[in-house]
């Protein structure tokens, strides 16, 4: 057996910066990466370890004994443990068992590495820092030069005398012609790399890729994805696209250019990871879009439970990446987050992906567990606040819900008062609940310390539509949607152009998602002002298909039976509903008061009327709409009608006279 001074350098945990090239492969000891025709190959951290050993003990026989001791240093491991991680290299490099190009098996004894290797010279420094310059690194060419000139002097002494006696011409003439090559090379590089664009930069933080079969650990590329986006929405030199904008690559090959363009950004963040026990490796990569340079790839490797810290490694990466300036204030967000239990956290993160999958109860669910093992974290109870005002909303959930995220978002306040996420949320909730009043200084607040946060501006612009103020809304959209064009994409229509009586201008704004049953819903709703009978009740019938269970689809599903000259049946479905929302206190007013346009639609007059006092009471008051809208044309000549809408305008001109 070989002694521990036998060993290669891997095992002795010394730093080893160089590049070993075999086959198709190369081996990048700086980046920890195996690449193959330039595209990384997947590896665990303790796979990337084992070939390392092989690569740099190649001709050489290593008993089993000898590779446990070296990987497993401090541990006792079954030698099935190994057997796995040589399976494992064999994979990865294409090798069947029995094919001995890389790794022949001596039975009973051990493993060779086979295959002939080309190895770059050694580099025994730390690798170079990539924020240096090309001035820098120069720099310390010459210095190495200069000082292996200056041994070669003092071993010689005579030939810097003869040097020095046959050649002063010579250096002088040297010195200027070096003077003029870096003047000229300093000029070609300012007129050849292109600057770092003006202004804040865009982002877009895709969803990290699995490597692996393990399904159970899908939740993580989202998730982990959307915590860094949420670490730097508090960064103003840099726009950072939703989480709800790019939820839709998940697990899919993309390409950068396309992404960059359909999101609008310069500047894309890729990632995948893989675990293996307690060991997890994320590798990701930062692209500048305009110039198609990389401006930051690492693979982080971690164990499980200290998942938290990625998002704060990542975090500071890109803003290294992209030269951002911090304000002391930034800096401060950005500072690490307080250690939590690491089974919270992973409650948490499956919490914030099932969430985005619309699956709210058990969302709440793993939310509510992380709170219960970690009740000091504000983004869970931001996003469990969130949770419950969904459910709320779109699943009948009602004022118990609405009530528990109050509760949720003012415990996030009080642990982060400033947390934007909360802020923007509890806003949306006092809109949904008829406290649009208490919703717009809560948003101009957040947008007065945050002016290019998209989000907050389209929280405005929604609220600003419930209480009629519809061009401000459709200009606090726009802009949202100028500042990120995926922003609320799938969640939330800019019902402001509809309400204006501008139609197509409403369908254009959709997005062209067929397999959402909000948006299908809607693009059926434009197309039913329209007069497009046909159309509108074929994508109502859809919405309903899709998903029956959401409120906008039952009221679209009533409109389409009453196409069909079947109103009992739609009449029905509205009664069905109301019976709900009034059994469980749910307060979403604008969906409400669809149920009474439908009613009048329908011909039950007294039903309309009262489900639109309902409406109006509970928060939604676009007084110039409802005095106009067409679908209302069979209630206007009744008694109450003009009572109703009194209200509506009374409550509208004090809201303008109040923020106009």
């Avoid at 770092?196 to 393990?214: E, K, Y």
């Amino acid at each position: 057996m070989s002694t521990p001074n036998s060993y290669p350098e891997s095992a002795k945990r010394q730093p080893s910066y160089q590049i070993y090239k075999f086959g198709p492969f190369t081996l990048d000891t700086v980046r920890q990466l195996l690449i193959r025709e330039q595209e990384p190959v997947p590896l665990t951290p303790k796979t990337y370890d084992t070939l390392l050993v092989l690569v740099e003990s190649r001709g050489r026989l290593l008993s089993k004994e000898e590779l446990m001791k070296v990987l497993w240093p401090d541990s006792f491991v079954e030698e099935s443990n190994l057997t796995q991680q040589i399976s494992m290299i064999r994979k990865a490099l294409g090798e069947s068992r029995g094919d001995n190009r890389y790794i022949v098996t001596v039975s009973g004894r051990g493993y060779r590495f086979a295959a002939d290797v080309e190895q770059s010279a050694e580099v025994k420094a730390a690798p170079p820092n990539p924020s240096s310059s090309p001035n820098e690194t120069e720099a310390a060419a010459i210095g190495q030069k200069l000082t292996a000139e200056s041994d070669l002097d003092a071993q010689q002494p005579g030939r810097t005398m003869s040097w020095f006696r046959g050649r002063t011409f010579l250096l002088g003439l040297a010195l200027t012609t070096i003077v003029l090559i870096l003047v000229g090379y300093s000029v070609y590089r300012q007129r050849s790399v292109k600057p770092v664009p003006q202004g804040p930069r865009s982002l877009a933080i895709l969803p990290f890729r699995n490597l692996t079969a393990d399904t159970d650990t899908d939740f993580l590329g989202y998730s982990l994805a959307d915590a860094v986006v949420t670490k730097l929405s508090y960064v103003s030199e840099v726009t950072v696209r939703p989480s709800s904008a790019v939820e839709k690559y998940r697990n899919r090959e993309v390409d950068l250019q396309r992404v960059a363009s359909e999101l609008n950004v310069d500047a894309v963040l890729t990632g995948n990871f893989i675990r293996e026990g307690d060991d997890l490796r994320i590798t990701c990569e930062l692209v500048d879009i305009n110039t198609k340079r990389m401006l930051w790839k690492s693979a982080l490797d971690l164990k499980y439970k200290n998942l938290l810290t990625v998002q704060d490694d990542v975090a500071q990466h890109i803003v290294k990446g992209l030269e951002l300036n911090l304000t002391p204030a930034e800096a401060g967000h950005l500072k690490a987050d307080l250690p939590t239990d690491p089974l919270a956290y992973e409650y948490y993160l499956r919490g914030v992906d099932l969430y985005a999958r619309s699956d709210f109860p058990l969302a709440i669910q793993m939310l509510e567990k992380s709170a219960e093992l970690n009740p000091k974290y504000a983004p869970t109870w931001a996003n469990l606040g969130k949770a419950y005002s969904a459910s709320a909303s779109f699943k009948f959930g009602g004022r118990e819900q609405y009530r528990k995220a109050e509760t949720a978002y003012q415990k996030a306040l009080s642990i982060h008062p400033g947390h934007i996420e909360t802020l923007i949320y509890m806003a949306n909730m006092f809109t949904d609940t008829g406290r649009v009043e208490e919703a717009v200084p809560l948003l101009r607040e957040t947008l007065r310390s945050n002016p290019s946060h998209a989000e907050a501006h389209w929280e405005l612009g929604y609220a600003y539509r419930f209480a009629g103020a519809l061009e401000e809304s459709v200009r606090e959209c726009e802009r949202a949607r100028q500042l990120d064009p995926g922003v609320k994409l799938n969640s939330s229509m800019l019902n402001s152009y509809l309400y204006l009586g501008q139609y197509d201008k409403f369908l254009n704004s959709l997005p062209n998602d067929q397999d959402l049953s909000l948006i299908v819903f809607y693009r059926g709703f434009g197309e039913y002002y329209l007069g497009d009978r046909n159309q509108s009740t074929s994508n109502f019938d859809r919405a309903f298909d899709l998903d029956p269970s959401l409120l906008q689809a039952q009221i679209g599903k009533a409109l389409s039976f009453g196409a069909k000259q079947q109103p009992h049946a739609g009449l029905s479905i509205l009664r069905a509903a109301e019976k709900r929302i009034n059994e469980r206190g749910v307060s979403e007013a604008e969906g409400i008061y669809k149920i009474a346009q439908a009613y009048a639609i329908l011909g039950d007059s007294t039903s309309a009327l009262r489900v639109l006092r309902q409406s109006i009471e509970g928060g939604f008051f676009p007084y110039p709409y409802l005095a106009k809208d067409p679908l209302l044309s069979r209630i206007r000549s009744e008694e109450q009608f003009a009572t109703v809408m009194n209200a509506a305008r009374q409550r509208h001109e004090t809201f303008m006279k109040r923020y106009f």
